[in-house]
């Protein structure tokens, strides 16, 4: 699978920005799908994911602020993100696991992730 985001940019916090990545490849639907971010110096932290079956899962500090979706038929991932903070600055990527089921597993970790974007940057000022 092949990944391109776009989307990132700035704004203000309590702002909301909506990011987008076109998938393309036949591995899409048996993909679990999703966003990790990184801040310099730190490790990638997963954000968000998504099942081909639409089951999500997310990390607890964008619970309630961040909504991850995918349509299958147009091989699009999003990720809106509202009630934006400062510390959700990073770059964030997408990226896609084939799994053959489309599941996610309980656990997720970059290694695990076959396929990347090249990033979209978000920076949140106060």
């Known amino acids: 699978v092949q990944l391109v985001e776009s989307g990132g940019g700035s704004v203000q916090a309590g702002g909301s920005l909506r990011l987008s990545c076109a998938a393309s490849?036949?591995?899409?639907?048996?993909?679990?799908i999703g966003w990790f971010r990184r801040t310099p110096g730190k490790a990638r932290e997963g954000v968000a994911f998504i099942a081909t079956n639409l089951t999500t899962t997310y990390t607890d500090s964008v619970n309630g602020r961040f909504t991850i979706s995918r349509d299958n038929s147009k091989k699009i991932l999003s990720l809106q993100m509202n009630s934006l903070k400062p510390e959700d600055t990073a770059m964030y990527y997408c990226a896609a696991l084939w799994t053959g089921s489309g599941l996610c597993p309980s656990i997720v970790r970059p290694p695990h992730f076959g396929s990347w974007g090249q990033g979209t940057q978000v920076t949140v000022y106060s």
């Open positions: 490849g036949s591995d899409y639907i048996g993909s679990c």
